[in-house]
């Protein structure tokens, strides 16, 4: 089975078990799922496709994590103290190199709560300058969050943010690792970055890329600013493998399909909308049946198309 037969495979795999109803497929761990190597060297401990929930313990992203043999770069701090560390854990059973580098993926709490932990092992955790003011102004109000949400699984996290900011890229190189943090441009959130990896053609998407999981569009999410980068820059990686920032990692086709798909889709619906004189009221329920068996859909869809409509207006 060469390279990319086996990928297609495990996408396959993958897609089948993907299921927000599994409150925890990890029972033993803080951890929803245990970190699984994608490609030589490179993990993940996919979060669950639901909503934060004290049963997954506020794991509903992606942990990635690169053993470069030179030390360990870790992908998103995590959402809580707690999961921060039960990461390190599966990290130590799988190598005695040290983690010598955190990356936040973004500003949300899911990337940078679990900084409290790094800060404590002297590890450096690099951030978007945005992802960092994003987390300086919001922080206190996304702990409080998780505390009511996590209850006893909070202790331990305190508020901790990047210790060293960038406006562009960081590169580092291990072993046979080049490791690209890239800020792309404006898309899902504030100071979202990729982990490109030229080498082993894969990128680390974050919340530049959606699949398995509909995304959720915030109140300051710029759709038409997200294809653009999109179009422009993510585009231009021409990934073979993406391990985005939800749901199992899979190749550009999907999260083609459920995110620049989905956007170009929605903005359609409420151009119809706005072109027949609707209103807000009514441009809730616009028809997105062609994305329902994303999860989260019930969540999210009426959400992102008020949202979309209140963009468009201006536009």
């Not at 809580?80 to 005695?96: M, R, S």
């Not at 995110?259 to 997105?288: F, M, N, P, S």
């Amino acid at each position: 089975m060469n390279r990319t037969t086996a990928l297609l495979a495990l996408v396959c795999a993958s897609q089948a078990t993907a299921n927000e109803n599994i409150a925890d497929q990890y029972p033993g761990s803080a951890l929803y799922s245990a970190p699984v190597e994608f490609i030589p060297g490179v993990y993940s401990a996919i979060g669950a496709t639901a909503p934060p929930t004290y049963e997954n313990s506020g794991h509903n992203n992606n942990l990635s994590f690169i053993i470069t043999g030179e030390g360990v770069v870790v992908i998103n701090g995590g959402g809580a103290y707690v999961l921060a560390a039960a990461l390190h854990d599966e990290i130590k059973a799988l190598t005695d190199q040290p983690v010598v580098l955190v990356v936040n993926e973004n500003g949300q709490g899911h990337a940078m709560l679990g900084n409290s932990y790094w800060a404590e092992q002297n590890v450096p955790i690099i951030a978007h300058e945005d992802a960092a003011s994003e987390f300086e102004e919001r922080g206190f109000r996304i702990l409080e969050g998780m505390q009511q949400l996590n209850l006893e699984k909070a202790e331990g996290t305190f508020l901790q943010g990047p210790t060293e900011t960038f406006s562009d890229d960081y590169i580092v190189e291990l072993g046979e690792y080049r490791i690209e943090v890239r800020y792309l441009g404006p898309s899902h959130s504030a100071g979202d970055v990729v982990v490109w990896l030229p080498n082993q053609d894969l990128v680390i998407a974050g919340d530049m890329a959606f699949h398995e999981r509909m995304l959720p569009i915030f109140e300051d999410t710029y759709t038409l600013d997200w294809l653009e980068t999109w179009d422009n820059e993510f585009e231009a990686l021409n990934a073979t493998y993406v391990i985005p920032g939800h749901g199992h990692p899979t190749n550009m086709d999907q999260v083609r399909r459920y995110t620049k798909g989905y956007l170009e889709y929605l903005r359609a619906q409420i151009a119809a909308h706005l072109d027949e004189g609707g209103g807000l009221a009514e441009a809730y329920y616009v028809d997105q049946s062609p994305y329902a068996n994303l999860d989260t859909f019930e969540e999210l869809a009426t959400k992102n198309a008020g949202r979309v409509y209140e963009q468009m207006e201006f536009e």
